[in-house]
C-alpha cells in the first residue's frame, strides 16, 4: 500500500477538500461511527435542526469512543442526542453541535475549556453528506459543486440514489491518473477513433474534455462526448449529453492513508420538462447501471494493481505528470497552493481532431 509520501505528493497525509463521507438518508438521530482521513468521527442528525453533524469519536474525559455503545442506558433509552447535542456513553458528558462541552451531569466545579471535541464542516446537497477536511483546520476556499439537478426534477431530472463501492486498497492519486489517461480509453471502454482530448487546469478545477467514437453507445459515425471534472480532489463530475443529459459523480474519500473509499451515482434528464414517470425513471436508473458498468472496468484495474509511483510516460500519453502536480496543491498548507496551479493552470490538448472545434461546454 503506497501513501501520499511514496508519490512525493506535499508535507500533509490527507488532502483538503470537499469529500463525501455519507448518503444522505443513511444518517439519522442515532449515530454511528465513521472512519476518514485515519480519524474515527461521530456523525449524527441533530433532533432539533435535523442538519448533520459532525465530530471527533473520543471524548476528551477518557476517551470513550462516543458512537460505538449498545449497552449504556443512556443510550439503550434513547436519550444520547438531546437537540443537536450528544452525549457521551460512559458519563455523560454532553457536546454541543460545535464539539464544546456544555454540561458535566454530576460535576460541581463547572466545565473544563479543555473539554471540546473537533468538530468538521458538513453539508448535505443532493442526497449527500459532505464534509470539509482541512489538515491546518481553515474554513473552505473553495466551494461544493451546486448539483441543482436535484433540484430540478420538475424540469425532468431523476435523482440519483449513490452507490456505495467500497473501499480500494490504493492511494487516490491513482484514481486522479485517470483523467489524464487518454490512452485507456480503447482498450478499456470500448472507444473507437478518439477525435480530441484536452485537461483544462483552473485553481482546485481539473477539466476533462474527451469526444471519440464508441463500440456500442454510439451509432458508428457519432461522436460520443464527455465533460468531466474534478471540484478539489474528492469529487468527480461528468456531463454528458446525447438522447438524455446526464451528471454522473464519482467520490473518492480517503479511509486511511493508501485506502480509498468509492461512491458512484448518476443523474439523468429523461422526462421532457415534467416530473419524470415510472417507465422515465427506469431509463435513468438504466443510465445509472451502463455508467456503473464502465467504472467497473477502471475499478478491477484499480483494485489488482501496484502503486504507479511513477508512471512511465511516453509523449502519446494523456499529462499524467500535470495531473500530479494539480493534485500535491492539496497535499500542501493552503499558503503554497497557488505555486501548484501556476505551474499547471490553462490547457493541455494531447489531441485536437482536425478542424475540429470543442463542442462540450
Ligand atoms: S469518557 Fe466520556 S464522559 Fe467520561
Ligand atoms: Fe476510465
Redesign the pocket.
Known sequence: MATTADYGLGPNAFPRGWFMIAVAADVSSTPQAVHFFGKEMVLYRGKGSGRPILLDAF??????H?AKNTTSYIVRDGMQVEGDSI???????RYNSKGQCDD?PYSTHGIPKSACLKSYTVEERAGCIFMWHDMEGGAPDFDLPALSEWDRTGEGWVRWTPDHLGTLPIHPQEILDNMSDIAHFAPVHGSTGTVYFENVYDGPIMRQRFGSGHRTLVDSEALLETDTWYTGPGILLCRMEGKHPSLMMICNTPVKDGEVLVWFAVMAKTADNHQPTCEEAAIARAYHESGLAAFAQDFELWQHKEPAISVLQIPDDGPFHKGRIWYRQFFHPRARAAEFQARVNGSHVTLRGKGEVMQVA
Open positions: 471524548c476528551p474525559h477518557m476517551r470513550v462516543i452525549r457521551c456513553p460512559a458519563h455523560g458528558w458535566i
